[in-house]
């Protein structure tokens, strides 16, 4: 039976849950990390677990969805250390290092690119569209499938990846990147997004089609056009977009009072 | 009042799970909107502040150490402002917004005071201890809670509040066509990240 077994994944996926707990400018999710490998270093190094730990109190940054990957990778590569003659060690551990940083940073890339760029927003469509639908299907209680609609089509993929990642690193190790090539991540990502697109365009004919009246949305449609045309060509007005909207609105309101 | 600050404390909780604990999209606006609208017998209200804010901050992406509009605490403190007989929905909304951008603040000053965690650590293991990282990240949980609890209770206060009828005619039209706002602005942020 492999040390890396169920009890022990499971002390570390409830520890990631911590991982950005204590997220600093400095550290960063440092400290979340050194708290995931705890349990494995205590049973590799045992009293020597301190020592191992320190090597882990510095800077580290990841999407918190691909962080199990990153995690597993390393469990992997310190126990392959803590097995290894003294003098072939320290060679293996500055390895562990160099590849937790490039794997962190390349996997946060991906873990950005889809988790919260692609599958958030395609998750949010999704479930608005479905709440509108049930509403009209069923009134009121019907909005319960909102939030339920979106639980499900976000969490099923991340979890599965928060669970399953920490296997996969331990088992690939080092060709963690190798390995990851053969996932066709952009295409996912692409599709996805093409996915999030047609819900939202979706959702604006439905939200267009449920206005109460046709200057209401008449007004909609310039207002999105208006909105349109602001990301278009002076992109840096509508980062802000929230509190702009807000702000706009707030003027609006005390130039008509004005009038 | 004991029913709202009740709320108030799960909006708290419900907001850790934002970024610093869980991440299982428990703290989305999508899901705390119509959870406090049921709770509080108006899923109507509650699903429609959450739809606007999820819509509004699906641009927001929360990468390296930006700290994104919070809209858990935008959504719990918009709807706590109006449920039950409180104040106008348009003075929640705009009052939703200001409070998630307080948090953002209060966020940051949370991670700043964080800061010298690397050299304490690594201090308190050459001295042969072991810093204990499980109470230390449990306490930051509490303490970020407490936090957002005072923030969404200083909110409380603005159910008395009546706009002047300017203000609260211009802030009406924002919110009727913030919808369509917020889905081309969804949209925008789809092509923007592509």
Redesign the interface.
């Known amino acids: 039976m492999s040390a890396f077994d169920g009890p022990i994944r499971a002390r570390i996926f409830g520890r990631l849950m911590f991982l950005q707990s204590c997220w600093s400018y400095d550290a960063m999710q440092g400290a979340g990390l050194a708290l995931a490998l705890e349990p494995w270093l205590e049973r590799l190094y045992g009293a020597r677990a301190g020592e191992a730990l320190a090597r882990y109190a510095g800077c580290f940054n990841t999407h918190p969805f691909v962080a199990p990957l990153t995690v597993g990778m390393l469990c992997g590569l310190e126990e392959e250390a803590a097995k290894a003659p003294e003098e072939k060690r320290a060679a293996l551990l500055k390895r562990a290092d160099a590849l937790k940083t490039a794997v962190a940073c390349a996997l946060a890339g991906l873990g950005d690119a889809f988790f919260w760029a692609a599958l958030r927003p395609a998750a949010a469509a999704g479930a608005l569209v479905f709440g509108m639908v049930a509403w009209r299907l069923w009134g009121p209680a019907g909005l319960a499938a909102m939030p339920a609609v979106y639980l499900f089509v976000y969490n099923g993929p991340a979890l599965w990846l928060r669970w399953r990642g920490l296997s996969l690193g331990y088992e690939w190790k080092g060709e963690l990147a190798a390995r990851l090539k053969d996932v066709p991540c952009q295409r996912l990502i692409r599709a996805t997004k093409r996915a999030a697109a047609l819900l939202l365009v979706a959702l604006f004919a439905l939200v267009t089609v449920a206005a109460g009246s046709w200057a209401e949305r008449a007004a909609g449609l310039v207002g999105a056009a208006a909105f349109a045309a602001a990301a278009r060509y002076a992109p840096a007005t509508t980062a802000a977009s929230f509190y702009a909207w807000v702000c706009a609105a707030g003027i609006l309101g005390s130039l008509a009072g004005w009038l | 009042m004991i029913a709202l600050l009740s709320a108030a404390a799960l909006v708290a909780v419900l907001e850790l799970d934002v970024?610093?604990?869980?991440?299982?999209?428990?703290g989305?606006p999508?899901?705390v909107g119509?959870?406090l609208?049921?709770a509080f017998g108006d899923?109507?209200l509650?699903?429609g502040l959450?739809?606007l804010f999820?819509?509004?901050?699906?641009?927001e992406?929360?990468?390296?150490?930006k700290v994104p509009?919070n809209g858990a605490v935008g959504v719990g403190a918009a709807f706590l402002i109006c449920a039950a007989g409180g104040a106008a929905v348009e003075l929640g909304?705009?009052a939703g917004?200001?409070a998630?951008?307080l948090h953002g603040r209060l966020e940051a000053l949370l991670?700043?005071l964080?800061?010298?965690?690397?050299e304490r650590?690594?201090a308190a293991?050459a001295r042969?201890?072991?810093?204990r990282?499980?109470p230390?990240?449990?306490r930051?949980?509490a303490l970020q809670a407490g936090g957002t609890f005072a923030l969404l209770s200083l909110a409380l206060g603005l159910r008395a509040v009546e706009l002047?009828?300017?203000?609260?005619?211009?802030?009406?039209?924002?919110?009727?066509?913030?919808?369509?706002?917020g889905?081309?602005?969804?949209?925008?942020?789809?092509?923007?990240?592509?």
């Not at chain 2, 970024?19 to 428990?26: E, H």
């Not at chain 2, 964080?114 to 690397?118: D, K, T």
């Not at chain 2, 042969?128 to 810093?131: A, V």
């Open positions: 970024a610093s604990f869980g991440q299982l999209m428990l989305r999508i899901v119509p959870l609208g049921f899923p109507g509650g699903a959450g739809a999820e819509l509004f901050s699906l641009g992406l929360p990468v390296g150490g509009l909304f705009a917004v200001a998630a951008a991670r700043r964080r800061g010298g965690g690397p650590a690594i293991l042969g201890e072991r810093p990282l499980l230390a990240a449990l930051e949980l002047p009828d300017a203000l609260a005619g211009g802030l009406r039209l924002g919110l009727a066509l913030a919808p369509w706002v889905i081309a602005g969804a949209l925008a942020a789809l092509r923007g990240t592509a």
